[in-house]
């Protein structure tokens, strides 16, 4: 079993940074692909950004493209996204996941382990 426990998340006005982190525990051993993903109040989970588990390879929704930089170190078992230039459109609630999967995975399917979210919100 994998815990995940995110944290990072706050207030922030649009054009504002935040960069949240994503500690992992538990029967952590052996690197496994992460991601984050948000869910906006109404609206259905989506996937932000993925990464392998190595780090070699990365994936971003188009809506977060050039703004948003996911990364990982494994020696310490978190997982970061760093948001710049936030937009209100940016407000939901950011999970992180892992998968037992070792390549880049985007579907929230192909994942096993979720966080409990941390709340972001971006005011205009």
């Known amino acids: 079993q994998v815990h995940l426990v995110e944290s990072g998340g706050g207030l922030v006005q649009a054009g504002g940074s935040l960069r949240l982190s994503c500690a992992a525990s538990g029967r952590t051993s052996g690197s496994r692909a992460m991601g984050w993903f948000r869910q906006a109040s109404g609206k259905k989970r989506e996937s932000v950004a993925s990464?392998?588990?190595?780090?070699?390879?990365?994936y971003y929704a188009d809506a977060v493209k050039g703004r948003f930089t996911i990364s990982r170190d494994n020696a310490r078992s978190t997982l970061f996204l760093q948001m710049n230039s936030l937009k209100p459109e940016d407000t939901a609630v950011y999970y992180c996941?892992?998968?037992?999967?070792?390549?880049?995975?985007?579907?929230?399917?192909?994942?096993?382990?979720w966080g409990q979210g941390t709340q972001v919100t971006v005011s205009s």
């Open positions: 996941a892992a998968s037992e999967l070792l390549g880049l995975v985007s579907s929230a399917a192909a994942y096993d382990y």
């Open positions: 990464i392998s588990w190595n780090g070699g390879n990365t």
